[in-house]
């Protein structure tokens, strides 16, 4: 049966008036701990009444007789306890109610100093609810109140538990009066604080209902009385609380939005002058009824079980009106005076126990000297009696109490202190009531018997013998060392202390060693704060934590949540990744962003969605470092794999915008290979891929396209169609899944393998098609059954495939037709993405789907050759990127056929009716980046070599100057160069003219002498034959070509040709009569020169050749442009200047070759003297000695 406390009772008759009328329950369960009886009972003690001074934890003893066992720490302090006096809880309790609170102050300091805290006082002035007070508004009905009323509350800087009452303790001589003056003074600032920070009470106290309307309302249950602004603050934060705590954290978020004039995180916000009361559920399970304020006792008591008390002595009824009459009170105090006498025969009986025990325990210790407590068997006291759920307090003096802070779960190795052992007086010994799991521990462990000798020495000399042993328990690591854990949670409790002052001294290389003990130690920890505190240590292990020591503490953090779940990572991990989110070092940033994506599977889903969500939104905007924000699309990745709020879609978005805008380009290539794949797998599930994702980016990219008619942004463009390329992997695996076919599809073991050159080679894993759908196996079933659908059933009811086929191809093709064709990087990404999306939808799809569409649209054929509107979309960016997208994705002999075809329909078309050749130009640029497609493009080239007509042939020779730019020499020597000479054989000088180009680059490009030499002699030929003297167009062509290719020619071609010749056509163009061709070949000389002039020019052709041009040419600018004279004048100056001082190097070049011939013939002499030294180092050194 549970002992009885019998002064753990009210300490006001306010208190007593609020107490419940409830029935008495004699029968209570032992978790309650040791209640007081019923505050309902007339005959219980009154607060007031003379407490005996009993402090045993045992159980309770009749008054007849029957001995039980008393704790030891019981039995040391009670000896020689015989008469009855008035306890010092008595005191305390009478001081409080009569109001002598700087009495009581100074009583508690000096209990505390002499190491005996009293819980009453304790309690009581370290409850802020004790010293607040509403100036002018009465107390509420359900506030607590002290016993003496509330007062006013000192600010959190001074409140009476915040004093340092150490610095009095020095010499404990201290004045009274020195203590009262600084009470006064911080009530006085405490008072003037509170005004200040109160003062939203006034409203409250204005409003406040008179007491008499009160009791009229409680009159009526009909009326409900009006609520306050206070009770209305009040009850919000209790609602947000609930709310979090059962995890309606959204509704919480809304609440708190919608009380945005209040802080739900501080309850002195409310406003109101008692302590927090219960949460809503507490007050729901006691139907508004106001819980008894726990009281945390330290003194343990045996009382008499009011139920095994001669005669009834408990009221079966609580009294119905709060004032007693004087009969009544005069019966309860007889009935306490009763209870007292019982109480103090008890107390005799028990002394006289003592008594006897503590002539046995000074037997005992005759005969074992000094035994650990280890020994004490718990086990061996009567298994009726029950260790008190209370703290038993004891005078340091008690010859075996225990260690300090050790909560009674450590063994002690350092001995058992002598009776005549005098300690520090103020120091104080608790014992604990172990916990469950180690008391079990310590019962299951047998009693540790130790030798002893036959001697006769007395224990006082045995304790003196052994102070000889050097044993350090003073410090705080003695005191460590000295007790030896003997659970699992007091092991947890001792690597919580030790860790801290550990980490410091172990090298920072070798931290990551210590990253399991931290982590198992905050796992098990029992104690909030001390978890905390190992978390922020786990995080702050290493100052620049690198890869190998970050994917370890992430390892670890993994490993902590799935072991501690989901609420403890929200409530433990992620405040240590928040508060280093803005870290001075970009690794600590690193660490954070790893560890959002690597918790991301283990946080509540709303926490996942939002405020992991938002962290990683503020790193990815606002860090500087590459690596951090490559981390964060990473882990964002990870949240968009685990995401399952359709809200979130449209912050999904503008996060894959956001990061595809980046400048790093190690950041969009994570965007692409991580982030993409797993966001369209998100918006497949919620079957928004065809209809949201894909569509909203293609809108984009049209506003795009009209917003830059004139200049088109081509980095935005390039960002909006290589998301789209990302995303061409997941809409096949949806065309896959929602196929007619789908639920054919059975894995067999005959199933064929995947060509290897099936798909086009993935950015990561992640793109895979066979990832996406689950296995190879499954895709290879699915494959089968998509080719045979496509070639012999048709698209009929197959959705996916046809918003592939109605809608998203005629978009495509329309933005084609309006990009710019000259925009060879635009040109370039869109043939990819055709490219890309005829590889991943198979060739059957391409020959069937997309290759009819863009026929139909070009509409190649004899009738439209001399119709502007069938050719004006041959001149758009349309044919370059269906020939090179969707020509070039199978390479078998129909395709190239095809892909020949087209090019030589679209030369002839756009040479017959005069167009703009750009759309045939990119063609050939985008075709010849590729060496595999030289012979194809030379094949349709020869086509227009050997055509009838002329305007074909000159456009053939104008493609080829695109195409023998990285052509082999060996193919321009077998096909190119005999081309381009078969037509210049040609009668028509337009197609002679339109060489020229391709002349000049294979004199760029090529060194293979001979085709130079035949080269050089077909451009000799263009400008010595008297039939070309006046082909104006002819001239320009050549000073064009030779101005682009001198500077990246053979130095002998240029100089012996090139320049020779453009001093002849500037010479010969100062005799030029007409002037608008005077000016042309003027203006394209000086172009000419000014390229050449950056390059090396021997001093002869300088002067012979290089001077003289620049002269003619200066005559013509004179007459014609003087901006360009100016120019020209700088030009001939600095050559001049170039000339002179090359002349002057010369002669200054033979002087130092003679003085080098001199210092070469001395550092031989040296060498062959450094060589004759092989003895010693000594003779080294001589040889740099002065001679003397």
């Given at each position: 049966?549970?002992?009885?406390?019998?002064?753990?009772?009210?300490?006001?008759?306010?208190?007593?008036?609020?107490?419940?009328?409830?029935?008495?329950?004699?029968?209570?369960?032992?978790?309650?701990?040791?209640?007081?009886?019923?505050?309902?009972?007339?005959?219980?003690?009154?607060?007031?009444?003379?407490?005996?001074?009993?402090?045993?934890?045992?159980?309770?003893?009749?008054?007849?007789?029957?001995?039980?066992?008393?704790?030891?720490?019981?039995?040391?302090?009670?000896?020689?306890?015989?008469?009855?006096?008035?306890?010092?809880?008595?005191?305390?309790?009478?001081?409080?109610?009569?109001?002598?609170?700087?009495?009581?102050?100074?009583?508690?300091?000096?209990?505390?100093?002499?190491?005996?805290?009293?819980?009453?006082?304790?309690?009581?002035?370290?409850?802020?609810?004790?010293?607040?007070?509403?100036?002018?508004?009465?107390?509420?009905?359900?506030?607590?109140?002290?016993?003496?009323?509330?007062?006013?509350?000192?600010?959190?800087?001074?409140?009476?538990?915040?004093?340092?009452?150490?610095?009095?303790?020095?010499?404990?001589?201290?004045?009274?009066?020195?203590?009262?003056?600084?009470?006064?003074?911080?009530?006085?600032?405490?008072?003037?604080?509170?005004?200040?920070?109160?003062?939203?009470?006034?409203?409250?106290?204005?409003?406040?209902?008179?007491?008499?309307?009160?009791?009229?309302?409680?009159?009526?249950?009909?009326?409900?009385?009006?609520?306050?602004?206070?009770?209305?603050?009040?009850?919000?934060?209790?609602?947000?609380?609930?709310?979090?705590?059962?995890?309606?954290?959204?509704?919480?978020?809304?609440?708190?939005?919608?009380?945005?004039?209040?802080?739900?995180?501080?309850?002195?916000?409310?406003?109101?002058?008692?302590?927090?009361?219960?949460?809503?559920?507490?007050?729901?399970?006691n139907c508004g009824t106001p819980l008894p304020s726990p009281r945390d006792t330290v003194d343990v008591s045996v009382g008499v079980d009011f139920g095994d008390l001669p005669g009834n002595c408990i009221a079966q009824d609580p009294p119905k009106k709060p004032d007693l009459s004087h009969q009544q009170q005069t019966e309860?105090?007889?009935?306490?005076?009763?209870?007292?006498?019982?109480?103090?025969?008890?107390?005799?009986?028990?002394?006289?126990?003592?008594?006897?025990?503590?002539?046995?325990?000074?037997?005992?210790?005759?005969?074992?000297?000094?035994?650990?407590?280890?020994?004490?068997?718990?086990?061996?006291?009567?298994?009726?009696?029950?260790?008190?759920?209370?703290?038993?307090?004891?005078?340091?003096?008690?010859?075996?109490?225990?260690?300090?802070?050790?909560?009674?779960?450590?063994?002690?190795?350092?001995?058992?202190?002598?009776?005549?052992?005098?300690?520090?007086?103020?120091?104080?010994?608790?014992?604990?009531?172990?916990?469950?799991?180690?008391?079990?521990?310590?019962?299951?462990?047998?009693?540790?018997?130790?030798?002893?000798?036959?001697?006769?020495?007395?224990?006082?000399?045995?304790?003196?013998?052994?102070?000889?042993?050097?044993?350090?328990?003073?410090?705080?690591?003695?005191?460590?060392?000295?007790?030896?854990?003997?659970?699992?949670?007091?092991?947890?409790?001792?690597?919580?202390?030790?860790?801290?002052?550990?980490?410091?001294?172990?090298?920072?290389?070798?931290?990551?060693?210590?990253?399991?003990?931290?982590?198992?130690?905050?796992?098990?920890?029992?104690?909030?704060?001390?978890?905390?505190?190992?978390?922020?240590?786990?995080?702050?292990?290493?100052?620049?934590?690198?890869?190998?020591?970050?994917?370890?503490?992430?390892?670890?953090?993994?490993?902590?949540?799935?072991?501690?779940?989901?609420?403890?990572?929200?409530?433990?991990?992620?405040?240590?990744?928040?508060?280093?989110?803005?870290?001075?070092?970009?690794?600590?940033?690193?660490?954070?962003?790893?560890?959002?994506?690597?918790?991301?599977?283990?946080?509540?889903?709303?926490?996942?969605?939002?405020?992991?969500?938002?962290?990683?939104?503020?790193?990815?905007?606002?860090?500087?470092?590459?690596?951090?924000?490559?981390?964060?699309?990473?882990?964002?990745?990870?949240?968009?794999?685990?995401?399952?709020?359709?809200?979130?879609?449209?912050?999904?978005?503008?996060?894959?915008?956001?990061?595809?805008?980046?400048?790093?380009?190690?950041?969009?290539s994570a965007v692409h290979q991580v982030f993409i794949p797993a966001f369209a797998a998100w918006t497949t599930e919620l079957g928004t891929l065809q209809t949201a994702l894909i569509p909203s980016l293609l809108a984009r990219i049209e506003k795009l396209l009209m917003q830059g008619e004139h200049v088109l942004d081509e980095?935005?463009?390039?960002?909006?169609?290589?998301?789209?390329?990302?995303?061409?992997?997941?809409?096949?695996?949806?065309?896959?899944?929602?196929?007619?076919?789908?639920?054919?599809?059975?894995?067999?073991?005959?199933?064929?393998?995947?060509?290897?050159?099936?798909?086009?080679?993935?950015?990561?894993?992640?793109?895979?098609?066979?990832?996406?759908?689950?296995?190879?196996?499954?895709?290879?079933?699915?494959?089968?059954?998509?080719?045979?659908?496509?070639?012999?059933?048709?698209?009929?009811?197959?959705?996916?495939?046809?918003?592939?086929?109605?809608?998203?191809?005629?978009?495509?093709?329309?933005?084609?037709?309006?990009?710019?064709?000259?925009?060879?990087?635009?040109?370039?990404?869109?043939?990819?993405?055709?490219?890309?999306?005829?590889?991943?939808?198979?060739?059957?799809?391409?020959?069937?789907?997309?290759?009819?569409?863009?026929?139909?649209?070009?509409?190649?054929?004899?009738?439209?050759?001399?119709?502007?509107?069938?050719?004006?979309?041959?001149?758009?960016?349309?044919?370059?990127?269906?020939?090179?997208?969707?020509?070039?994705?199978?390479?078998?002999?129909?395709?190239?056929?095809?892909?020949?075809?087209?090019?030589?329909?679209?030369?002839?078309?756009?040479?017959?009716?005069?167009?703009?050749?750009?759309?045939?130009?990119?063609?050939?640029?985008?075709?010849?980046?590729?060496?595999?497609?030289?012979?194809?493009?030379?094949?349709?080239?020869?086509?227009?070599?050997?055509?009838?007509?002329?305007?074909?042939?000159?456009?053939?020779?104008?493609?080829?100057?695109?195409?023998?730019?990285?052509?082999?020499?060996?193919?321009?020597?077998?096909?190119?160069?005999?081309?381009?000479?078969?037509?210049?054989?040609?009668?028509?000088?337009?197609?002679?003219?339109?060489?020229?180009?391709?002349?000049?680059?294979?004199?760029?490009?090529?060194?293979?002498?001979?085709?130079?030499?035949?080269?050089?002699?077909?451009?000799?030929?263009?400008?010595?034959?008297?039939?070309?003297?006046?082909?104006?167009?002819?001239?320009?062509?050549?000073?064009?070509?030779?101005?682009?290719?001198?500077?990246?020619?053979?130095?002998?071609?240029?100089?012996?040709?090139?320049?020779?010749?453009?001093?002849?056509?500037?010479?010969?163009?100062?005799?030029?009569?007409?002037?608008?061709?005077?000016?042309?070949?003027?203006?394209?000389?000086?172009?000419?020169?000014?390229?050449?002039?950056?390059?090396?020019?021997?001093?002869?052709?300088?002067?012979?050749?290089?001077?003289?041009?620049?002269?003619?040419?200066?005559?013509?600018?004179?007459?014609?442009?003087?901006?360009?004279?100016?120019?020209?004048?700088?030009?001939?100056?600095?050559?001049?200047?170039?000339?002179?001082?090359?002349?002057?190097?010369?002669?200054?070049?033979?002087?130092?070759?003679?003085?080098?011939?001199?210092?070469?013939?001395?550092?031989?002499?040296?060498?062959?003297?450094?060589?004759?030294?092989?003895?010693?180092?000594?003779?080294?050194?001589?040889?740099?000695?002065?001679?003397?």
């Open positions: 049966m549970a002992s009885v406390n019998p002064f753990n009772l009210s300490d006001s008759e306010e208190e007593a008036e609020r107490r419940p009328n409830e029935t008495v329950d004699t029968a209570r369960s032992p978790s309650v701990g040791a209640p007081g009886p019923p505050p309902g009972n007339p005959f219980s003690p009154p607060a007031d009444a003379e407490p005996p001074t009993l402090l045993l934890s045992s159980n309770r003893t009749s008054p007849s007789g029957g001995e039980g066992s008393v704790s030891i720490a019981a039995i040391s302090a009670m000896a020689g306890a015989t008469e009855t006096r008035i306890s010092v809880d008595g005191i305390a309790a009478q001081l409080l109610r009569d109001q002598y609170l700087l009495t009581a102050l100074e009583f508690h300091t000096e209990l505390l100093e002499a190491g005996r805290e009293l819980p009453r006082l304790r309690d009581y002035f370290s409850n802020p609810g004790n010293f607040e007070r509403q100036s002018g508004t009465p107390p509420a009905k359900d506030q607590v109140l002290g016993p003496g009323g509330p007062l006013n509350r000192a600010g959190s800087i001074s409140t009476l538990d915040s004093l340092d009452f150490a610095r009095y303790s020095d010499d404990g001589n201290r004045e009274s009066d020195e203590r009262v003056a600084v009470l006064e003074f911080e009530l006085r600032k405490a008072k003037e604080t509170i005004q200040a920070l109160r003062a939203n009470l006034t409203h409250a106290a204005e409003s406040e209902v008179p007491s008499q309307e009160r009791k009229n309302y409680k009159s009526s249950l009909e009326i409900q009385e009006p609520i306050r602004p206070l009770e209305k603050r009040a009850l919000n934060f209790l609602v947000n609380e609930y709310l979090l705590k059962n995890e309606y954290k959204l509704s919480s978020i809304t609440f708190s939005d919608e009380n945005d004039d209040q802080d739900f995180e501080l309850w002195d916000d409310v406003g109101l002058n008692i302590p927090k009361p219960p949460d809503l559920l507490q007050l729901y399970r309860v105090v007889q009935e306490l005076e009763y209870q007292i006498s019982l109480l103090n025969n008890e107390k005799q009986s028990l002394a006289e126990q003592i008594k006897k025990l503590q002539s046995e325990i000074q037997t005992l210790k005759r005969t074992v000297s000094s035994p650990p407590p280890a020994t004490l068997d718990l086990g061996s006291q009567n298994t009726s009696h029950r260790l008190s759920s209370s703290t038993t307090t004891t005078s340091s003096t008690d010859p075996l109490s225990v260690p300090p802070t050790d909560n009674g779960q450590y063994l002690d190795i350092r001995g058992v202190s002598e009776p005549e052992t005098k300690s520090d007086p103020s120091s104080t010994q608790t014992i604990s009531q172990p916990h469950p799991q180690s008391l079990n521990t310590l019962k299951r462990r047998p009693p540790v018997q130790f030798a002893q000798p036959n001697r006769k020495l007395s224990p006082a000399f045995q304790q003196a013998l052994l102070s000889f042993c050097r044993m350090c328990s003073d410090s705080r690591l003695g005191a460590e060392v000295s007790r030896i854990a003997d659970s699992e949670e007091s092991v947890m409790l001792m690597l919580g202390r030790c860790l801290p002052h550990i980490v410091p001294n172990v090298l920072l290389a070798k931290r990551e060693e210590l990253i399991p003990l931290i982590l198992c130690t905050a796992c098990l920890h029992p104690e909030p704060k001390e978890r905390d505190k190992l978390l922020h240590i786990l995080f702050n292990l290493i100052k620049r934590p690198d890869d190998e020591q970050r994917q370890m503490i992430l390892t670890g953090c993994v490993a902590f949540a799935r072991h501690v779940g989901p609420t403890r990572v929200e409530a433990e991990l992620l405040p240590q990744c928040w508060e280093q989110i803005n870290h001075k070092y970009p690794e600590r940033r690193l660490l954070v962003a790893e560890s959002c994506g690597a918790l991301a599977p283990y946080l509540p889903k709303e926490i996942r969605s939002s405020l992991v969500l938002s962290m990683l939104q503020q790193m990815l905007a606002e860090d500087k470092a590459d690596m951090v924000r490559e981390a964060v699309v990473k882990s964002l990745s990870i949240i968009m794999g685990y995401i399952d709020d359709p809200d979130k879609y449209s912050q999904g978005f503008e996060l894959m915008l956001l990061s595809l805008g980046d400048p790093s380009e190690r950041v969009v980095y935005k463009l390039h960002v909006f169609l290589s998301a789209l390329q990302s995303l061409i992997p997941p809409l096949f695996a949806v065309v896959l899944q929602n196929a007619p076919f789908t639920s054919r599809a059975k894995l067999t073991g005959d199933i064929s393998a995947i060509e290897v050159t099936r798909f086009p080679r993935p950015a990561s894993p992640l793109q895979d098609v066979a990832t996406i759908i689950g296995s190879r196996e499954m895709l290879s079933a699915l494959l089968l059954l998509y080719d045979y659908q496509l070639e012999h059933e048709g698209t009929t009811g197959w959705d996916s495939l046809l918003w592939v086929v109605n809608q998203l191809l005629p978009q495509l093709i329309e933005i084609v037709g309006r990009i710019n064709v000259t925009s060879s990087s635009c040109v370039h990404e869109f043939s990819r993405f055709f490219w890309r999306l005829c590889r991943t939808f198979g060739k059957i799809f391409t020959n069937t789907k997309v290759k009819p569409q863009f026929q139909e649209i070009l509409r190649l054929s004899e009738e439209n050759v001399d119709t502007s509107d069938g050719n004006d979309i041959l001149t758009k960016a349309t044919v370059p990127i269906y020939a090179t997208g969707v020509l070039t994705c199978y390479n078998q002999d129909e395709d190239r056929k095809l892909l020949v075809g087209f090019l030589e329909d679209v030369m002839t078309t756009l040479s017959l009716s005069h167009a703009p050749l750009d759309s045939l130009k990119a063609s050939f640029v985008e075709l010849g980046a590729n060496p595999v497609y030289h012979e194809l493009l030379l094949t349709v080239l020869w086509y227009g070599v050997v055509h009838t007509s002329a305007l074909v042939r000159c456009t053939a020779a104008r493609m080829f100057e695109l195409v023998l730019r990285g052509m082999s020499e060996a193919l321009v020597d077998r096909r190119a160069a005999p081309a381009l000479i078969t037509l210049c054989s040609g009668p028509e000088f337009s197609v002679r003219i339109s060489t020229i180009p391709a002349f000049g680059t294979i004199m760029e490009t090529v060194t293979q002498k001979e085709l130079l030499e035949r080269v050089k002699m077909q451009l000799a030929s263009f400008l010595e034959d008297p039939q070309y003297q006046d082909q104006h167009s002819l001239h320009m062509e050549i000073i064009r070509t030779f101005g682009r290719v001198g500077p990246n020619a053979e130095p002998r071609f240029r100089d012996e040709f090139v320049l020779p010749h453009l001093h002849k056509l500037a010479l010969a163009n100062n005799s030029q009569t007409a002037e608008s061709k005077r000016i042309d070949v003027a203006t394209q000389l000086f172009e000419a020169y000014s390229a050449l002039s950056c390059c090396f020019i021997s001093e002869e052709v300088m002067v012979n050749h290089f001077l003289p041009g620049l002269r003619c040419l200066r005559a013509d600018m004179e007459q014609l442009s003087p901006e360009h004279e100016v120019i020209l004048s700088s030009m001939i100056k600095e050559c001049e200047i170039k000339v002179e001082n090359r002349g002057m190097a010369d002669a200054q070049g033979s002087m130092s070759i003679a003085s080098s011939l001199v210092g070469e013939d001395a550092k031989t002499k040296f060498l062959s003297k450094m060589g004759q030294l092989t003895t010693s180092g000594a003779m080294l050194a001589n040889v740099f000695q002065r001679k003397k």
